[in-house]
C-alpha cells in the first residue's frame, strides 16, 4: 500500500498551500446563503419591531419578542449547520486531506471504497448557464465508513479544478477492481455487484443475474447507465449515474461485453432503444379520465333536454353545454400532446395512439431543428422544440415530426440533432468532394470555390453572391440567426435562420470544409 508523504500535517498543508494554492478546495453551505441570510433580517426586524412597540407600551410587544425570540433561535442553529457542514480538502500526490470542525483527518487513495460522479443542470429563460458539479467518495476510516460530498456551481465555460482528481480516483478504483475480477473476487457499487462473468442487480426485494456473454451493449442516457442484452431492442438495466462506482462500472463492461452484430437494414427494426420521451403521468391519466367526464356532461345535457323538469332551473342547460365544452376541448388539448417519441439505434420513431411512423438514419435526407422560447406578458414561459425528419420516396416525402415544450432545454434531443446532422452532413461532403453543388438552405449553397448566397427581399432575391472559403472569416448565431463573416468586413456578409431544413447539416459541413483549408487559414466564432 502506497503512503501518503512523511510529514507532520502542519507542515504537509503548508507545503501544498504554497506549491499548489488551487488545489484547495472549499465545501458545505456559504455563510451567504439567501435563507440563512433572510433569517437574520428577520430576526433583527422582529427584535427592532418589538423593542419600538415595548418603548410605546403595546401590548404586542411581547408577541414580536417572542416571534424575535423564535427567529433567533432558528438563526443560531442555522449558524450551527452551516458550520458543521463547511469542510476543505486538500489534494496530496497520492490521497487528501480534509479539515472541518473535527480537525483535520488524513486519507490514502487506498482508503477510497466508493466514488460517484453527476451533475445538476441548471437553467435561465431555457439557456444551460452552470452546473452543480456532485462528486460523492466513500473511504474506510478503522471500522467505520465516511461519506464526504464535494458539490461545486460551476459555470459552464469554467473549468473544473477538481477534474484531474476526480479522473486519479477513478482511474485507481478502475484498476483494483480490474485487478480484483482477475482474481475472482467482485467489485460492488450501489445496488449491483459485477462478478468475473455476471452482473448481478438488487432493485427493491427482486435480485437479478445477467452473464456478462448475454449482454451486448453499454452507455450513459437520461442520466442513466443503460445496459442492453442481445436480441433486445429496449435496455434490461437502467443505473442512476449518480449511483456509487457507476462510472467505473461503465468502463469495465464497455471492456467485458461483446458487441452484437450489425443488424441488416429492416424497415421494421431500428435497433436498440437509447432513450425515449413519453407523456407525463398527469397527461396519461387525463387522456382517459376527460372522455369519460366528457360523457358524463353529455348524458346530463341529454337528459336535461329530454326531461323538462330536471332544467326547470334557469341556466341549466347552458350550465352543461359549456362543461361539455371545456371538457371537451381540454381533452382534445391532451390528447395532442400524447406523443410517444423513441430515438433507436438506427432511427426515430413516433407513436400516437394506436398509430405510429418510424423512419431510418439511412433513409433521411432532409432534417429541421428549431427551439423557439415563448413568452407570456414578457415573462418566458417554455421554449418550444420541434424536429422534423424527411425521406423521399416515390410519391409525396416521408415525414416524421416530433414537437415539445419544455421549460429547460433537452440535451438528449440536442445530442440527436447532432448525430441526425452529422449522418447528413457526411452524404453532402460526399457530394461537394466530388466537385458537385450542394444544396444548403433556399439561400446557400455549396459551390467547389465558396458560398453562394442569394439574400432574400421584399420583392423576392437577389443575385446570387459568391464567397470564397478563402474569405470566410468566421460564423456564429445568435438569436436563431445564423451569421457569416469575412475579412475586412465589419458586419455579416450572409445571414440565415437556424430553423431552416438542413440548415445544422449544412453547418456541420461548413464546418469540416473550412477546417480542412490550408494550415494558417484562422475560422473564429464570434460572440
Given at each position: 500500500m502506497e503512503c501518503l508523504p512523511v510529514a507532520t500535517m502542519e507542515s504537509a498543508l503548508h507545503f501544498l498551500d504554497s506549491a499548489h494554492m488551487n488545489h484547495r478546495f472549499q465545501f458545505g453551505y456559504s455563510w451567504f446563503e439567501w435563507w440563512f441570510l433572510a433569517l437574520i433580517v428577520g430576526t433583527l426586524g422582529l427584535a427592532g419591531g418589538g423593542l419600538y412597540l415595548l418603548v410605546m407600551r403595546e401590548s404586542a410587544a411581547i408577541w414580536c419578542l417572542l416571534a424575535a425570540g423564535v427567529a433567533l433561535f432558528s438563526t443560531l442553529m442555522s449558524a450551527l449547520l452551516i458550520h458543521r457542514s463547511r469542510f476543505q480538502v486538500v489534494i496530496a500526490p497520492a490521497g487528501f486531506y480534509v479539515t472541518d470542525f473535527k480537525g483535520t483527518r488524513e486519507f490514502a487513495d487506498e482508503q477510497i471504497i466508493c466514488a460517484s460522479l453527476s451533475h445538476r443542470l441548471h437553467f435561465n429563460q431555457g439557456d444551460l448557464k452552470s452546473k452543480t458539479r456532485v462528486f460523492e467518495l466513500w473511504v474506510e476510516q478503522g471500522d467505520t465508513t465516511e461519506h464526504l460530498q464535494l458539490s461545486t456551481k460551476l459555470n459552464i465555460?469554467?473549468?473544473?479544478?477538481?477534474?484531474?482528481?476526480?479522473?486519479?480516483?477513478?482511474?485507481?478504483?478502475?484498476?483494483?477492481?480490474?485487478?480484483?475480477?482477475?482474481?475472482?473476487?467482485?467489485?460492488?457499487?450501489?445496488?449491483?455487484?459485477?462478478?468475473?462473468?455476471?452482473?448481478?442487480?438488487?432493485?427493491?426485494?427482486?435480485?437479478?443475474?445477467?452473464?456478462?456473454?448475454?449482454?451486448?451493449?453499454?452507455?450513459?442516457?437520461?442520466?442513466?447507465?443503460?445496459?442492453?442484452?442481445?436480441?433486445?431492442?429496449?435496455?434490461?438495466?437502467?443505473?442512476?449515474?449518480?449511483?456509487?462506482?457507476?462510472?467505473?462500472?461503465?468502463?469495465?463492461?464497455?471492456?467485458?461485453?461483446?458487441?452484437?452484430?450489425?443488424?441488416?437494414?429492416?424497415?421494421?427494426?431500428?435497433?436498440?432503444?437509447?432513450?425515449?420521451?413519453?407523456?407525463?403521468?398527469?397527461?396519461?391519466?387525463?387522456?382517459?379520465?376527460?372522455?369519460?367526464?366528457?360523457?358524463?356532461?353529455?348524458?346530463?345535457?341529454?337528459?336535461?333536454?329530454?326531461?323538462?323538469?330536471?332544467?326547470?332551473?334557469?341556466?341549466?342547460?347552458?350550465?352543461?353545454?359549456?362543461?361539455?365544452?371545456?371538457?371537451?376541448?381540454?381533452?382534445?388539448?391532451?390528447?395532442?400532446?400524447?406523443?410517444?417519441?423513441?430515438?433507436?439505434?438506427?432511427?426515430?420513431?413516433?407513436?400516437?395512439?394506436?398509430?405510429?411512423?418510424?423512419?431510418?438514419?439511412?433513409?433521411?435526407?432532409?432534417?429541421?431543428?428549431?427551439?423557439?422560447?415563448?413568452?407570456?406578458?414578457?415573462a418566458y414561459a417554455g421554449t418550444r422544440f420541434s424536429l422534423t425528419f424527411c425521406a423521399p420516396t416515390e410519391g409525396k416525402p416521408k415525414t416524421l415530426s416530433y414537437t415539445k415544450t419544455l421549460r429547460n432545454a433537452d440535451l438528449e434531443l440536442e445530442n440527436l440533432r447532432e448525430h441526425v446532422s452529422e449522418i447528413i452532413a457526411q452524404r453532402m461532403y460526399a457530394d461537394f468532394a466530388a466537385q458537385q453543388p450542394v444544396t444548403w438552405t433556399d439561400s446557400l449553397r455549396f459551390l467547389p470555390e465558396g458560398v453562394e448566397y442569394r439574400a432574400r427581399t421584399l420583392f423576392g432575391r437577389k443575385a446570387p453572391v459568391l464567397i470564397p472559403f478563402s474569405q470566410i472569416a468566421g460564423f456564429d448565431s445568435d438569436n436563431g440567426e445564423f451569421h457569416l463573416w469575412v475579412h475586412d468586413k465589419k458586419k455579416p456578409i450572409a445571414k440565415e435562420e437556424i430553423n431552416k431544413p438542413n440548415f445544422f447539416p449544412g453547418y456541420h459541413l461548413l464546418a469540416r470544409v473550412l477546417a480542412s483549408r490550408p494550415t494558417g487559414t484562422e475560422v473564429q466564432s464570434r460572440p
Open positions: 465555460h469554467t473549468t473544473d479544478l477538481l477534474l484531474h482528481f476526480i479522473d486519479r480516483v477513478h482511474q485507481f478504483l478502475y484498476e483494483r477492481a480490474s485487478a480484483g475480477l482477475r482474481d475472482s473476487e467482485p467489485f460492488e457499487g450501489e445496488g449491483w455487484t459485477l462478478n468475473a462473468t455476471s452482473l448481478v442487480v438488487r432493485q427493491k426485494r427482486t435480485e437479478q443475474s445477467f452473464e456478462l456473454s448475454d449482454l451486448c451493449a453499454v452507455e450513459i442516457f437520461d442520466d442513466h447507465l443503460c445496459v442492453w442484452q442481445s436480441g433486445q431492442d429496449e435496455p434490461v438495466l437502467r443505473i442512476p449515474v449518480s449511483a456509487a462506482n457507476t462510472r467505473v462500472l461503465q468502463r469495465l463492461l464497455s471492456e467485458r461485453l461483446q458487441p452484437r452484430e450489425q443488424e441488416p437494414p429492416s424497415e421494421e427494426r431500428l435497433g436498440r432503444i437509447l432513450f425515449e420521451r413519453k407523456p407525463d403521468r398527469a397527461s396519461q391519466i387525463c387522456v382517459w379520465l376527460l372522455p369519460v367526464l366528457t360523457l358524463a356532461a353529455g348524458l346530463g345535457l341529454l337528459g336535461v333536454w329530454l326531461i323538462p323538469a330536471l332544467g326547470a332551473r334557469p341556466g341549466v342547460q347552458v350550465a352543461i353545454l359549456i362543461m361539455l365544452g371545456i371538457a371537451l376541448l381540454s381533452w382534445l388539448i391532451v390528447l395532442s400532446q400524447a406523443v410517444e417519441f423513441r430515438v433507436c439505434e438506427h432511427g426515430v420513431r413516433r407513436k400516437w395512439l394506436f398509430w405510429m411512423s418510424q423512419l431510418r438514419y439511412s433513409q433521411m435526407n432532409s432534417f429541421t431543428y428549431s427551439a423557439v422560447r415563448q413568452y407570456v406578458k414578457g
